[in-house]
T-cell receptor
Framework: GAVVSQHPSRVICKSGTSVKIECRSL??????MFWYRQFPKKSLMLMAT?????????EQGVEKDKFLINHASLTLSTLTVTSAHPEDSSFYIC??????????????FGDGTRLSIL | QKEVEQDPGPLSVPEGAIVSLNCTYS??????FMWYRQYSRKGPELLMY????GNKEDGRFTAQVDKSSKYISLFIRDSQPSDSATYLC???????????????FGEGTQLTVNP
């Protein structure tokens, strides 16, 4: 149980392209989803917290117009990197906090999306 | 000073060894303590979580929390090459409440178990 699916797993695109990453909770409803960024050999850096049906809360230093987050349903959140540039290349990971059966469990993570901007 | 301190390693041990991984923290509000395992190019996988102080055992893994010392540990018995990964400790003041469920991570310890 508590499976979080993230898609795509790998993206390579040209500078200036916008890229959308999907995060789905497959077997539970996620009231809150989190988006992280991870640099090589570093820990996870929280970018934003999204709650279903409301605006995301961004961490200090994260550009909300650059990283658009939508959490339209209890099983889906999306992160769109707009007009991506090489410095946006990174490993992006989502996680979900559940309710119901999973309300007493910590966050469960997707397998990440490796984004490479040429 | 970071809220959570974790030795990044790398740590290299022979197969069968007992591995001890540790984190210290400074925020006394933390009540929930997690250990995640992350393989290369994958997302973190929840291994263990505990509430408040005490021990929790699951197979070859034992998690210990000492809130008085603000110190948590993960022990891996009979370590296997498949245990080679980065281990991240994480903590939160609350689990599910929206305002308090954010996790604070350690830097992660890179472990290699040699056959």
């Amino acid at each position: 149980g508590a499976v979080v699916s993230q898609h795509p797993s790998r993206v390579i695109c040209k500078s200036g392209t916008s890229v959308k990453i999907e995060c789905r909770s497959l077997d539970f409803q996620a009231t809150t989803m989190f988006w992280y960024r991870q640099f090589p050999k570093k820990s996870l850096m929280l970018m934003a917290t999204s709650n279903e049906g409301s605006k995301a809360t961004y961490e200090q230093g994260v550009e909300k117009d650059k990283f658009l987050i939508n959490h339209a349903s209890l099983t889906l959140s999306t992160l769109t990197v707009t007009s991506a540039h090489p410095e946006d290349s990174s490993f992006y990971i989502c996680s979900a906090a559940g309710q119901g059966t999973y309300s007493n469990q910590p966050q469960h993570f997707g397998d990440g999306t490796r984004l490479s901007i040429l | 000073q970071k809220e959570v301190e974790q030795d990044p390693g790398p740590l290299s041990v022979p197969e069968g060894a007992i591995v001890s991984l540790n984190c210290t923290y400074s925020n006394s509000a933390f009540q929930y303590f997690m250990w995640y395992r992350q393989y290369s190019r994958k997302g973190p996988e929840l291994l263990m979580y505990t509430y408040s102080s005490g021990n929790k055992e699951d197979g070859r893994f034992t998690a210990q929390v000492d809130k008085s010392s603000k110190y948590i540990s993960l022990f891996i018995r009979d370590s296997q090459p498949s245990d080679s990964a980065t281990y991240l400790c994480a903590m939160s003041a609350r689990l599910q409440e929206t305002s308090g469920s954010r996790l604070t991570f350690g830097e992660g310890t890179q472990l290699t178990v040699n056959p």
